[in-house]
Every structure is written in structure tokens, then in C-alpha cells.
């Protein structure tokens, strides 16, 4: 788990340079790893760490979405039988419920809110393209099974 990241220091070296150092600490809190660089790599290596730890975490909320949304509506029985055309009728439903966030962004409306807006239209696109690929590995099993009985 990632939980320090460390930049904009100065490396003690013949000379003074960036330097980045990731450490990573097991559940009970001890150190796992560290690991630093430094020179002109450092800075892209602390971005690139942010950019995955981001990354991670916005996943981890949109599975968190789709686990609820699973316990709410029963999962795959339920959503394979949606439609295309319902997939994308839902979908429009969530974006215009961010759209609706985002009118008044500026007056009330909290950053995690319209953050939780996108998290349930990024778990509703999951769930369409997971209701999807299902269809097309049954259509796909169908065609094999036709195959075969023609044989």
C-alpha cells in the first residue's frame, strides 16, 4: 500500500538535485519497501506515482459503485436484461444528473458530490459493458453450438 511520497527535496550528493522517495508500508504499519531516485527522472517517477495512486483510488471507487449498485439491483440477472438502447437510456440519466451537479458548481454544490456523480456514470458504463461482453461470449457460444450440430 502506498500511503508517503515524498519530493521536492534535495538529494545529498556531490551536488544538490531533485529527488523523489516512495515508501511503501504493510498493513501493521511497517516499511516494505523504499525506494528513491534522483536527478532530472525524479520528478517524471513522483508524477507518474501520483498518477497511478490517483488512478487506484478512482477505480477502487468505481468498484466500490458497482458492488452497490450490484446489491441494489441484483447484478448480472438483473442488468443482462437491459437493452443497448437501455444501457445508453441510463447512462443519459446519470450524465444528466452531473449536468444537473454542475449548474450550480459554483453556488453549493460540494466537490465529492459531483465527484460521486461521475463515479455512478463510470460504474453504469462498467455494468453496460460487463452486461455486454456476457451477451457477446453467449451469442458467441451459440454460434459454436450451431456449428457443431451442423457437423
Known amino acids: 500500500m502506498l500511503d508517503q ?3 521536492d527535496g534535495v538529494c545529498e ?3 544538490r538535485s531533485p529527488f523523489a522517495i516512495v515508501c ?11 525506494y528513491g531516485e534522483t536527478g532530472e527522472d525524479a520528478q517524471k517517477t513522483a508524477e507518474e506515482i501520483i498518477m497511478r495512486v490517483q ?13 452497490r449498485q450490484d446489491a441494489q439491483w441484483g447484478g448480472p440477472e438483473h442488468d443482462d436484461h437491459h437493452t443497448v438502447e437501455d444501457w445508453c437510456s441510463i ?3 446519470r450524465v444528466e444528473r452531473a449536468q ?5 458548481y459554483y453556488a453549493e454544490v460540494s466537490h465529492q458530490t459531483y465527484r460521486h456523480r461521475l463515479v455512478q456514470v463510470a460504474a453504469v458504463a462498467v455494468a453496460a459493458i460487463e452486461a455486454y461482453d456476457r451477451q457477446e461470449v453467449y ?4 454460434k459454436q453450438d450451431n456449428r457443431a450440430e451442423e457437423k
Not at 100 to 104: D, H, L, N, P, V
Not at 139 to 142: K, N
Open 55 to 67: 488512478r487506484t483510488f478512482v477505480r477502487d471507487d468505481i468498484q466500490a459503485e458497482r458492488e
Open 91 to 93: 447512462l443519459f440519466d
Open 100 to 104: 444537473s451537479e454542475i449548474e450550480g
Open 24 to 34: 511503501s508500508h504493510s498493513i501493521d504499519g511497517n516499511v516494505m519497501d523504499v
Open 139 to 142: 451469442e458467441q457460444s451459440l
Open 13 to 15: 550528493t556531490d551536488e
Open 5 to 7: 511520497l515524498y519530493f
